[in-house]
């Protein structure tokens, strides 16, 4: 008969022996990987300082670089544009920071501001269609240049570039500058002058967010058709008052409806500058306004397009001083 209690010890016994065994095996094993893990954080912990010391080298350049070209900039500007008069004017969701840092330059170069006119999202929202369309029959007697357009879009962009030209005071201008600010949707404002007539235009554009959606996503697409229109509409303004007057178009040129990268390759014949948000992008901004004073188109900055990263110091002549109208004489008899 067989003894069952001599095979329960047995058992145990192989059981306990083999616990034993997992335990002290064990011990190593752990150390072995705690040796391992601590090697890769030992690692890792390097790596994020040296990448640290790297940004905070890489953040020291850049910061000498902007300080750099501030004091750069009076050496390139000074002087370049004596007595011109510079319109700026903004298209929505420019930053402002852009805006005074061109205002600021402007005066280092002998030239002044004429005007700051702000287009409102109204110019383009696909909401203000219909409002856009009357609107632009209803000014179209105020707008000369407008006498044979349809599109409603150019109507409105000649009623600018009238305004910016001669300035809102012209007799033609009042009127009409009324209707282009006072509107219950305003298509413009004025934030600065507006009364004097611009010699050039400097358009500053916002940094235009790419819509290229993320893994995963799909894109809006009344958000894409509202970009799409958006570009193609400003592109075609600043085409249109940079026939009128010589014009630059400063911005960032880096995403897919930017509108400098949109002038650039649609042969707008507008100089444009990238690389705005910074001094050698100011800076660069009214080096090309003395290009285009001077019948040359140019591209400056580092993006797409652009045929130097640096322009070059042009001094442009004072304009001419206007001429008081003739006395009319006094009838005879």
Do not use: C
Request: cysteine-free; overall charge negative.
């Amino acid at each position: 008969m067989v003894d069952f209690r001599y095979h329960i010890v047995s058992l145990v016994a192989v059981f306990f022996a083999l616990a034993v065994g997992i335990v002290l095996g064990a011990g190593p094993l752990q150390n072995s990987i705690g040796n391992a893990l601590s090697g890769e954080v030992d690692s890792l912990r390097e790596a994020n300082s040296e990448l640290k010391r790297e940004n905070e080298k890489l953040a020291k350049t850049q910061a000498g670089y902007v300080t750099a070209f501030e004091e750069i900039a009076p050496t390139l500007l000074e002087g370049i544009l004596p007595k011109q008069s510079i319109a700026i004017i903004t298209l929505p969701h420019a930053d402002g920071d852009d805006v005074k840092q061109v205002q600021e330059k402007v005066a280092l170069t002998g030239a002044g501001v004429s005007g700051v006119y702000e287009i409102q999202p109204a110019w383009t929202s696909a909401d203000n269609t219909a409002f856009r369309s009357s609107f632009a029959e209803q000014i179209k007697t105020y707008v000369p240049a407008a006498k044979d357009a349809s599109d409603a879009n150019t109507i409105i962009a000649l009623a600018l570039a009238q305004i910016v030209k001669d300035g809102t005071e012209a007799e033609t201008n009042k009127t009409l500058a009324e209707l282009m600010t006072g509107a219950d949707t305003a298509l413009l404002k004025v934030l600065d002058g507006g009364k004097t007539a611009a010699t050039s235009v400097i358009f500053v554009s916002p940094d235009t967010p790419d819509l290229t959606p993320k893994k995963g996503t799909t894109q809006d697409p009344d958000q894409v058709a509202q970009a799409d229109y958006d570009t193609k509409t400003f592109g075609a303004l600043v085409k249109l008052i940079g026939e009128k007057l010589p014009s630059v178009l400063g911005g960032y040129a880096n995403s897919q409806n930017d509108l400098v990268l949109h002038v650039r390759t649609s042969g707008a014949g507008v100089s444009s500058v990238d690389a705005l948000n910074g001094p050698l992008g100011v800076t660069n901004v009214l080096l090309a306004v003395a290009a285009e004073l001077k019948d040359q188109t140019v591209a400056y900055g580092f993006a797409q397009g652009a045929q130097e990263v640096v322009g070059k110091r042009i001094i442009v002549e004072a304009p001419a001083p206007t001429q008081p109208a003739a006395a009319t004489p006094p009838a005879e008899g």
